[in-house]
Protein backbone atom coordinates (compact mmCIF):
# COMPACT_ATOMS: atom_id res chain seq x y z
CA UNK A 1 0.00 0.00 0.00
CA UNK A 2 1.35 3.37 -0.89
CA UNK A 3 1.37 6.80 1.11
CA UNK A 4 -2.01 7.64 -1.14
CA UNK A 5 -3.48 4.50 0.04
CA UNK A 6 -3.67 2.90 -3.27
CA UNK A 7 -1.76 0.69 -5.69
CA UNK A 8 -0.59 1.44 -9.28
CA UNK A 9 -2.33 -0.89 -11.71
CA UNK A 10 1.00 -2.69 -13.33
CA UNK A 11 0.63 -2.34 -16.93
CA UNK A 12 -0.59 -5.69 -19.07
CA UNK A 13 2.46 -7.49 -19.00
CA UNK A 14 1.80 -11.10 -18.92
CA UNK A 15 3.70 -12.23 -15.75
CA UNK A 16 5.37 -15.42 -17.62
CA UNK A 17 6.11 -13.06 -20.81
CA UNK A 18 9.02 -14.45 -22.73
CA UNK A 19 11.12 -11.03 -22.75
CA UNK A 20 13.47 -12.56 -25.48
CA UNK A 21 10.65 -12.84 -28.26
CA UNK A 22 9.54 -9.17 -27.51
CA UNK A 23 9.26 -7.53 -30.85
CA UNK A 24 9.90 -3.72 -30.83
CA UNK A 25 5.81 -3.18 -31.97
CA UNK A 26 5.31 -4.68 -28.31
CA UNK A 27 8.15 -2.74 -26.55
CA UNK A 28 6.74 0.46 -27.89
CA UNK A 29 3.08 -0.36 -26.81
CA UNK A 30 4.22 -0.68 -23.38
CA UNK A 31 6.26 2.55 -23.33
CA UNK A 32 3.29 4.61 -24.63
CA UNK A 33 1.19 2.59 -21.81
CA UNK A 34 3.94 3.46 -19.38
CA UNK A 35 4.40 6.91 -20.65
CA UNK A 36 1.01 8.03 -20.30
CA UNK A 37 0.31 7.45 -16.52
CA UNK A 38 0.74 10.26 -14.28
CA UNK A 39 4.13 11.11 -12.70
CA UNK A 40 3.12 9.86 -9.53
CA UNK A 41 1.71 6.55 -10.90
CA UNK A 42 4.69 6.17 -12.88
CA UNK A 43 6.56 6.19 -9.33
CA UNK A 44 4.56 4.49 -7.50
CA UNK A 45 4.56 1.49 -9.96
CA UNK A 46 8.41 1.63 -10.25
CA UNK A 47 7.95 1.00 -6.51
CA UNK A 48 5.74 -2.39 -6.68
CA UNK A 49 8.14 -3.73 -9.09
CA UNK A 50 10.97 -2.97 -6.91
CA UNK A 51 9.26 -4.93 -3.94
CA UNK A 52 8.22 -7.46 -6.38
CA UNK A 53 12.12 -8.32 -7.09
CA UNK A 54 12.59 -7.95 -3.40
CA UNK A 55 10.15 -10.68 -3.31
CA UNK A 56 11.93 -12.67 -5.95
CA UNK A 57 8.55 -13.03 -8.10
CA UNK A 58 9.51 -12.32 -12.28
CA UNK A 59 12.63 -10.87 -11.70
CA UNK A 60 13.32 -10.77 -15.39
CA UNK A 61 9.86 -9.03 -16.24
CA UNK A 62 10.30 -6.38 -12.91
CA UNK A 63 13.93 -5.59 -14.20
CA UNK A 64 13.03 -5.14 -17.74
CA UNK A 65 9.11 -3.10 -16.63
CA UNK A 66 11.49 -0.68 -14.45
CA UNK A 67 14.43 -0.05 -17.49
CA UNK A 68 11.68 1.42 -19.22
CA UNK A 69 10.44 3.44 -16.75
CA UNK A 70 13.63 4.74 -16.32
CA UNK A 71 14.14 5.46 -19.84
CA UNK A 72 10.50 7.48 -19.46
CA UNK A 73 11.28 9.50 -16.12
CA UNK A 74 14.37 10.44 -17.58
CA UNK A 75 13.48 12.01 -20.68
CA UNK A 76 12.78 15.58 -21.00
CA UNK A 77 8.67 16.29 -20.45
CA UNK A 78 6.55 19.05 -18.57
CA UNK A 79 4.84 16.17 -16.99
CA UNK A 80 8.37 14.22 -15.91
CA UNK A 81 9.06 14.00 -12.00
CA UNK A 82 12.26 15.76 -11.23
CA UNK A 83 14.68 13.43 -10.79
CA UNK A 84 15.99 14.59 -7.52
CA UNK A 85 12.58 13.98 -6.47
CA UNK A 86 13.34 10.29 -6.83
CA UNK A 87 15.05 9.23 -3.64
CA UNK A 88 17.66 6.39 -4.69
CA UNK A 89 18.58 8.71 -8.06
CA UNK A 90 19.65 11.29 -5.38
CA UNK A 91 21.08 9.22 -3.02
CA UNK A 92 23.44 7.46 -5.64
CA UNK A 93 23.66 10.92 -8.04
CA UNK A 94 27.38 10.79 -7.02
CA UNK A 95 27.16 7.04 -8.92
CA UNK A 96 26.22 8.45 -12.44
CA UNK A 97 29.69 9.51 -14.27
CA UNK A 98 30.24 5.64 -13.57
CA UNK A 99 26.90 3.77 -14.52
CA UNK A 100 27.10 2.00 -17.75
CA UNK A 101 24.05 0.02 -19.19
CA UNK A 102 23.81 -3.49 -20.51
CA UNK A 103 27.09 -4.54 -20.48
CA UNK A 104 28.63 -7.90 -19.58
CA UNK A 105 31.54 -7.23 -17.84
CA UNK A 106 32.80 -3.81 -16.27
CA UNK A 107 36.45 -2.43 -16.33
CA UNK A 108 37.58 -0.98 -12.73
CA UNK A 109 35.90 2.68 -11.93
CA UNK A 110 32.44 1.56 -13.91
CA UNK A 111 29.04 0.08 -11.87
CA UNK A 112 26.22 -1.45 -13.72
CA UNK A 113 22.60 0.80 -13.51
CA UNK A 114 21.37 -2.12 -12.56
CA UNK A 115 22.69 -2.72 -9.22
CA UNK A 116 20.87 0.36 -7.95
CA UNK A 117 17.62 -0.78 -7.55
CA UNK A 118 18.92 -3.79 -5.70
CA UNK A 119 21.48 -2.27 -3.64
CA UNK A 120 18.64 0.48 -2.65
CA UNK A 121 16.03 -2.01 -1.79
CA UNK A 122 18.66 -3.71 0.49
CA UNK A 123 19.97 -0.10 2.53
CA UNK A 124 15.94 -0.04 2.69
CA UNK A 125 15.43 -3.26 4.38
CA UNK A 126 17.77 -4.18 6.13
CA UNK A 127 21.64 -1.83 5.12
CA UNK A 128 20.18 1.44 6.83
CA UNK A 129 16.16 1.32 6.70
CA UNK A 130 15.84 3.95 9.70
CA UNK A 131 18.12 6.26 7.92
CA UNK A 132 16.14 5.78 4.44
CA UNK A 133 12.72 6.36 6.16
CA UNK A 134 14.15 9.75 7.77
CA UNK A 135 15.61 10.71 4.05
CA UNK A 136 12.47 10.21 2.07
CA UNK A 137 10.32 11.74 4.70
CA UNK A 138 12.74 14.97 4.51
CA UNK A 139 11.90 14.68 0.85
CA UNK A 140 8.50 14.75 1.09
CA UNK A 141 8.64 17.72 3.50
CA UNK A 142 8.89 20.97 1.72
CA UNK A 143 9.78 22.76 4.54
CA UNK A 144 13.46 20.52 4.43
CA UNK A 145 15.96 23.27 4.79
CA UNK A 146 18.76 21.44 3.42
CA UNK A 147 18.28 18.16 1.27
CA UNK A 148 21.68 18.12 0.65
CA UNK A 149 22.94 17.75 3.86
CA UNK A 150 19.88 14.89 4.82
CA UNK A 151 21.48 13.58 1.44
CA UNK A 152 25.25 13.64 2.33
CA UNK A 153 24.20 12.38 6.27
CA UNK A 154 22.23 9.15 4.26
CA UNK A 155 25.31 8.56 1.76
CA UNK A 156 27.64 8.09 4.73
CA UNK A 157 25.08 6.15 6.55
CA UNK A 158 24.82 4.14 3.17
CA UNK A 159 29.05 4.00 2.53
CA UNK A 160 29.11 2.52 6.36
CA UNK A 161 26.92 -0.31 6.34
CA UNK A 162 28.26 -1.05 2.48
CA UNK A 163 31.82 -1.08 4.23
CA UNK A 164 30.57 -3.72 6.89
CA UNK A 165 28.61 -5.83 4.82
CA UNK A 166 31.73 -6.17 2.66
CA UNK A 167 34.34 -6.25 5.07
CA UNK A 168 35.67 -10.22 6.04
CA UNK A 169 33.58 -11.32 9.37
CA UNK A 170 29.71 -13.13 8.85
CA UNK A 171 27.99 -10.03 7.82
CA UNK A 172 30.20 -10.69 4.42
CA UNK A 173 27.63 -13.63 3.96
CA UNK A 174 24.46 -11.65 3.74
CA UNK A 175 25.66 -10.32 0.66
CA UNK A 176 23.92 -13.30 -1.29
CA UNK A 177 20.95 -11.61 -0.44
CA UNK A 178 21.57 -8.38 -2.71
CA UNK A 179 20.81 -11.27 -6.01
CA UNK A 180 23.13 -11.55 -8.95
CA UNK A 181 26.76 -12.04 -8.64
CA UNK A 182 26.90 -8.36 -10.60
CA UNK A 183 25.19 -6.46 -7.70
CA UNK A 184 27.29 -8.27 -5.06
CA UNK A 185 30.31 -7.40 -7.41
CA UNK A 186 29.19 -3.60 -7.85
CA UNK A 187 27.92 -2.85 -4.06
CA UNK A 188 31.41 -2.45 -2.57
CA UNK A 189 32.70 -0.13 -5.48
CA UNK A 190 29.64 1.72 -4.67
CA UNK A 191 30.27 2.28 -0.90
CA UNK A 192 33.75 3.53 -1.66
CA UNK A 193 32.22 6.31 -4.17
CA UNK A 194 29.75 7.15 -2.07
CA UNK A 195 32.14 7.65 0.99
CA UNK A 196 34.82 9.98 -1.03
CA UNK A 197 31.91 12.28 -3.00
CA UNK A 198 33.37 15.11 -1.86
CA UNK A 199 36.83 14.51 -3.01
CA UNK A 200 35.56 13.24 -6.43
CA UNK A 201 33.87 16.42 -6.80
CA UNK A 202 36.86 18.56 -6.27
CA UNK A 203 39.09 16.15 -8.64
CA UNK A 204 35.93 16.56 -11.18
CA UNK A 205 37.22 20.81 -10.40
CA UNK A 206 40.06 20.80 -10.65
CA UNK A 207 40.54 18.75 -13.71
CA UNK A 208 40.61 20.93 -17.27
CA UNK A 209 38.34 20.94 -19.49
CA UNK A 210 38.51 18.90 -22.74
CA UNK A 211 42.00 17.79 -23.17
CA UNK A 212 42.37 17.01 -27.14
CA UNK A 213 46.14 15.55 -26.32
CA UNK A 214 47.67 14.37 -23.48
CA UNK A 215 50.15 16.52 -23.13
CA UNK A 216 53.43 16.24 -20.51
CA UNK A 217 52.28 19.41 -19.01
CA UNK A 218 48.34 18.39 -18.59
CA UNK A 219 49.88 14.67 -17.08
CA UNK A 220 51.46 16.63 -14.50
CA UNK A 221 48.54 18.81 -13.89
CA UNK A 222 46.17 15.48 -13.74
CA UNK A 223 48.43 13.98 -11.24
CA UNK A 224 48.87 16.86 -8.96
CA UNK A 225 45.02 16.83 -9.13
CA UNK A 226 45.09 13.06 -7.64
CA UNK A 227 47.07 13.57 -5.16
CA UNK A 228 44.44 13.40 -2.38
CA UNK A 229 44.96 10.70 0.26
CA UNK A 230 41.06 10.08 0.25
CA UNK A 231 41.24 9.16 -3.92
CA UNK A 232 44.57 6.60 -3.53
CA UNK A 233 42.53 3.39 -2.03
CA UNK A 234 42.36 0.83 -4.76
CA UNK A 235 38.91 0.78 -5.27
CA UNK A 236 39.04 4.46 -5.31
CA UNK A 237 41.60 5.37 -7.65
CA UNK A 238 40.23 3.79 -10.84
CA UNK A 239 36.93 6.23 -10.57
CA UNK A 240 38.98 9.28 -10.14
CA UNK A 241 40.62 7.95 -13.34
CA UNK A 242 37.42 7.48 -14.85
CA UNK A 243 36.78 11.61 -14.19
CA UNK A 244 39.89 11.85 -16.18
CA UNK A 245 39.59 9.44 -19.27
CA UNK A 246 36.17 11.36 -19.75
CA UNK A 247 38.19 14.64 -20.24
CA UNK A 248 40.06 12.95 -23.00
CA UNK A 249 40.17 13.08 -26.42
CA UNK A 250 42.00 10.03 -27.07
CA UNK A 251 40.62 7.49 -23.84
CA UNK A 252 43.61 5.47 -24.43
CA UNK A 253 46.29 8.39 -23.71
CA UNK A 254 45.12 7.43 -19.72
CA UNK A 255 47.88 5.05 -19.82
CA UNK A 256 50.32 8.27 -19.69
CA UNK A 257 49.77 8.77 -16.15
CA UNK A 258 50.63 5.05 -14.99
CA UNK A 259 54.12 5.78 -17.25
CA UNK A 260 54.97 8.85 -15.99
CA UNK A 261 54.38 7.66 -12.35
CA UNK A 262 56.85 4.68 -13.25
CA UNK A 263 59.05 6.98 -14.98
CA UNK A 264 59.49 4.18 -17.60
CA UNK A 265 57.53 2.45 -20.77
CA UNK A 266 58.23 -1.08 -18.99
CA UNK A 267 55.04 -3.02 -18.45
CA UNK A 268 56.00 -4.42 -15.60
CA UNK A 269 57.41 -1.28 -13.65
CA UNK A 270 54.30 0.24 -14.80
CA UNK A 271 52.49 -2.38 -13.03
CA UNK A 272 53.97 -2.01 -10.51
CA UNK A 273 52.30 1.44 -9.72
CA UNK A 274 49.17 2.31 -8.45
CA UNK A 275 48.61 3.80 -11.64
CA UNK A 276 49.25 0.40 -13.64
CA UNK A 277 45.36 -0.02 -13.33
CA UNK A 278 45.28 2.92 -16.34
CA UNK A 279 46.67 0.74 -18.75
CA UNK A 280 43.79 -2.52 -17.98
CA UNK A 281 41.49 0.37 -18.40
CA UNK A 282 42.51 1.34 -21.49
CA UNK A 283 42.49 -2.01 -23.13
CA UNK A 284 39.48 -2.89 -21.59
CA UNK A 285 38.24 0.04 -23.30
CA UNK A 286 39.30 -0.70 -27.03
CA UNK A 287 37.58 -4.67 -25.90
CA UNK A 288 34.50 -3.25 -25.87
CA UNK A 289 34.52 -0.90 -28.97
CA UNK A 290 35.95 -4.18 -30.99
CA UNK A 291 32.46 -5.56 -29.49
CA UNK A 292 30.81 -2.67 -30.87
CA UNK A 293 32.03 -2.71 -34.17
CA UNK A 294 31.90 -6.75 -34.40
CA UNK A 295 27.99 -6.21 -33.62
CA UNK A 296 27.63 -3.23 -36.00
CA UNK A 297 29.28 -4.88 -39.01
CA UNK A 298 27.11 -8.25 -38.41
CA UNK A 299 24.18 -6.07 -38.29
CA UNK A 300 25.01 -3.90 -41.53
CA UNK A 301 25.06 -0.90 -39.83
CA UNK A 302 27.92 1.44 -41.16
CA UNK A 303 27.09 4.22 -39.67
CA UNK A 304 29.71 4.55 -36.17
CA UNK A 305 32.31 2.32 -38.32
CA UNK A 306 34.47 4.62 -39.37
CA UNK A 307 34.73 6.31 -35.32
CA UNK A 308 35.29 2.75 -34.19
CA UNK A 309 38.11 2.07 -36.58
CA UNK A 310 39.63 5.36 -35.98
CA UNK A 311 39.56 4.86 -32.20
CA UNK A 312 40.97 1.08 -32.13
CA UNK A 313 43.65 2.26 -35.05
CA UNK A 314 44.76 4.89 -32.92
CA UNK A 315 44.67 3.14 -29.42
CA UNK A 316 46.07 -0.05 -30.58
CA UNK A 317 48.71 1.45 -32.35
CA UNK A 318 48.99 4.38 -29.12
CA UNK A 319 49.49 1.29 -26.38
CA UNK A 320 52.17 -0.11 -28.55
CA UNK A 321 54.00 2.47 -29.20
CA UNK A 322 53.96 3.70 -25.80
CA UNK A 323 54.20 0.88 -23.44
CA UNK A 324 56.70 -2.14 -23.92
CA UNK A 325 54.51 -4.72 -23.80
CA UNK A 326 56.10 -8.57 -23.63
CA UNK A 327 54.48 -11.21 -25.66
CA UNK A 328 53.37 -13.52 -23.10
CA UNK A 329 52.28 -11.38 -20.25
CA UNK A 330 48.58 -10.77 -19.81
CA UNK A 331 48.31 -7.19 -21.21
CA UNK A 332 50.46 -8.37 -24.14
CA UNK A 333 48.17 -10.95 -24.89
CA UNK A 334 44.95 -9.22 -24.21
CA UNK A 335 46.04 -6.65 -26.96
CA UNK A 336 46.65 -9.83 -28.94
CA UNK A 337 43.68 -11.17 -28.82
CA UNK A 338 42.10 -7.11 -29.92
CA UNK A 339 43.98 -7.41 -33.07
CA UNK A 340 43.15 -10.95 -33.83
CA UNK A 341 39.15 -10.25 -32.95
CA UNK A 342 39.16 -7.32 -34.91
CA UNK A 343 40.99 -9.36 -38.40
CA UNK A 344 38.85 -11.78 -38.05
CA UNK A 345 35.51 -9.74 -37.41
CA UNK A 346 35.76 -7.85 -40.80
CA UNK A 347 37.88 -10.42 -43.14
CA UNK A 348 35.02 -11.76 -44.22
CA UNK A 349 33.15 -8.78 -44.50
CA UNK A 350 36.02 -7.12 -47.01
CA UNK A 351 36.54 -9.87 -48.78
CA UNK A 352 32.66 -10.10 -49.63
CA UNK A 353 32.20 -6.78 -50.98
CA UNK A 354 33.27 -7.30 -54.49
CA UNK A 355 31.06 -10.10 -54.94
CA UNK A 356 28.16 -7.77 -53.79
CA UNK A 357 29.42 -5.33 -56.61
CA UNK A 358 29.54 -8.14 -59.24
CA UNK A 359 26.08 -9.27 -58.38
CA UNK A 360 24.73 -5.71 -58.90
CA UNK A 361 26.67 -4.52 -62.33
CA UNK A 362 27.29 -7.89 -64.00
CA UNK A 363 25.78 -7.74 -67.30
CA UNK A 364 24.04 -10.83 -68.24
CA UNK A 365 22.16 -11.66 -72.31
CA UNK A 366 20.12 -9.31 -73.07
CA UNK A 367 17.29 -12.35 -73.41
CA UNK A 368 17.34 -12.33 -69.73
CA UNK A 369 16.06 -8.82 -68.81
CA UNK A 370 12.28 -8.65 -68.37
CA UNK A 371 10.18 -6.25 -67.75
CA UNK A 372 10.43 -7.38 -63.58
CA UNK A 373 14.12 -6.95 -63.65
CA UNK A 374 15.26 -4.21 -60.99
CA UNK A 375 17.87 -3.26 -59.12
CA UNK A 376 17.41 -2.32 -55.12
CA UNK A 377 18.16 1.25 -54.26
CA UNK A 378 18.47 -0.48 -50.59
CA UNK A 379 20.73 -3.10 -52.01
CA UNK A 380 23.06 -0.40 -53.85
CA UNK A 381 23.24 2.34 -50.63
CA UNK A 382 24.05 -0.99 -48.74
CA UNK A 383 27.03 -1.93 -51.14
CA UNK A 384 27.52 1.53 -51.49
CA UNK A 385 28.62 1.97 -47.60
CA UNK A 386 30.17 -1.23 -47.79
CA UNK A 387 32.57 0.19 -50.71
CA UNK A 388 33.40 2.89 -47.88
CA UNK A 389 33.98 0.88 -45.42
CA UNK A 390 36.62 -0.90 -47.39
CA UNK A 391 37.96 2.27 -48.47
CA UNK A 392 38.02 3.80 -45.03
CA UNK A 393 40.01 0.01 -43.85
CA UNK A 394 42.67 1.22 -45.80
CA UNK A 395 43.95 3.72 -43.39
CA UNK A 396 43.64 1.74 -40.68
CA UNK A 397 44.58 -1.78 -42.24
CA UNK A 398 48.28 -2.65 -40.89
CA UNK A 399 47.72 -1.45 -37.41
CA UNK A 400 44.39 -3.85 -37.20
CA UNK A 401 46.03 -6.70 -39.31
CA UNK A 402 44.09 -6.65 -42.16
CA UNK A 403 46.10 -4.86 -44.49
CA UNK A 404 46.13 -7.43 -47.31
CA UNK A 405 42.67 -8.16 -47.84
CA UNK A 406 41.74 -4.80 -47.33
CA UNK A 407 44.27 -4.58 -50.39
CA UNK A 408 42.98 -7.19 -52.35
CA UNK A 409 39.62 -6.23 -52.36
CA UNK A 410 39.89 -2.56 -53.18
CA UNK A 411 42.07 -3.11 -55.88
CA UNK A 412 39.78 -5.78 -57.45
CA UNK A 413 36.74 -3.03 -56.50
CA UNK A 414 38.64 -0.72 -58.36
CA UNK A 415 39.47 -2.50 -61.59
CA UNK A 416 35.60 -4.47 -61.87
CA UNK A 417 33.60 -1.33 -61.36
CA UNK A 418 35.66 0.75 -63.66
CA UNK A 419 35.50 -1.51 -66.40
CA UNK A 420 31.97 -2.50 -65.71
CA UNK A 421 30.88 1.40 -66.01
CA UNK A 422 32.38 1.77 -69.16
CA UNK A 423 30.66 -1.55 -70.35
CA UNK A 424 27.20 -0.05 -68.99
CA UNK A 425 27.57 3.10 -71.19
CA UNK A 426 28.07 0.56 -74.25
CA UNK A 427 25.14 -1.13 -73.11
CA UNK A 428 22.84 2.09 -73.15
CA UNK A 429 23.10 2.20 -76.51
CA UNK A 430 20.32 -0.32 -77.08
CA UNK A 431 17.13 0.30 -79.09
CA UNK A 432 14.97 -2.26 -76.94
CA UNK A 433 13.24 0.02 -74.18
CA UNK A 434 13.03 -3.08 -71.62
CA UNK A 435 16.81 -3.94 -71.45
CA UNK A 436 17.89 0.04 -71.78
CA UNK A 437 15.75 0.77 -68.73
CA UNK A 438 17.41 -2.26 -66.51
CA UNK A 439 20.96 -1.02 -67.85
CA UNK A 440 20.12 2.74 -66.43
CA UNK A 441 19.58 0.95 -63.01
CA UNK A 442 22.71 -0.22 -63.20
CA UNK A 443 24.26 2.52 -64.26
CA UNK A 444 23.02 4.64 -61.62
CA UNK A 445 24.41 1.80 -59.24
CA UNK A 446 27.49 1.88 -61.20
CA UNK A 447 28.33 6.08 -61.12
CA UNK A 448 27.16 5.84 -57.11
CA UNK A 449 30.22 3.49 -56.49
CA UNK A 450 32.30 5.34 -58.74
CA UNK A 451 31.81 8.18 -56.65
CA UNK A 452 33.00 6.16 -53.40
CA UNK A 453 35.73 4.73 -55.34
CA UNK A 454 37.38 7.72 -57.81
CA UNK A 455 35.91 10.38 -56.00
CA UNK A 456 32.78 12.67 -57.56
CA UNK A 457 34.63 14.08 -60.92
CA UNK A 458 35.19 10.65 -62.13
CA UNK A 459 31.41 9.94 -61.33
CA UNK A 460 30.29 13.16 -62.93
CA UNK A 461 32.53 11.88 -66.00
CA UNK A 462 30.80 8.54 -66.51
CA UNK A 463 27.32 10.51 -65.87
CA UNK A 464 27.33 12.53 -68.62
CA UNK A 465 28.93 9.64 -71.16
CA UNK A 466 25.54 7.66 -70.04
CA UNK A 467 23.55 10.69 -70.77
CA UNK A 468 25.14 11.10 -74.19
CA UNK A 469 24.55 7.22 -74.71
CA UNK A 470 21.54 7.18 -77.66
CA UNK A 471 19.81 4.34 -78.78
CA UNK A 472 20.97 3.06 -82.23
CA UNK A 473 24.63 4.02 -81.76
CA UNK A 474 26.06 0.77 -80.38
CA UNK A 475 29.76 -0.17 -81.50
CA UNK A 476 30.04 -3.56 -82.57
CA UNK A 477 33.43 -5.69 -82.65
Request: aromatic share 6%; glycine share 6%; proline share 7%.
Amino acid sequence: MTPGGYRAAPPPVSHGLALGRMGQPTIERLRDYLGQLPPKAQALLMREFERAIERGEDVAVANFVIEQLRSIVRAPSEDATPRTADPMRLLFRPLEPFLVENTPSIRPGQIRRSSLAPVWLWCAREGIPEDIRKFEAALADPATPDIDRVTRTTQIAASEAIAKITAPGPDRQRLGRLGAPSVVEDIGPMGAVLKVREALDTLGIRLQGYMREFEESQVRSVLGALNMPSLQSPQVLPFALSLVMQRLGSPWQIVRLGISVAASDDEVRVAGTPLGVTVTMAIHDLSRVTNELRADIKRGQYKNIIDHLKTLHDGVRGLRTELDFRTDSNWGRQLAAIRSDISNGMKSEIDGVPGRVRRLLRQGPDKDVTANSKIDPTEVDETAALIEFVAVCRNYASELAINEVTLRSFTELQQYVETATENLVESLRTTNPTVRAFRKMQMQAAIRFCDVLFGPDYAMLMSKAADMARPGERKTG
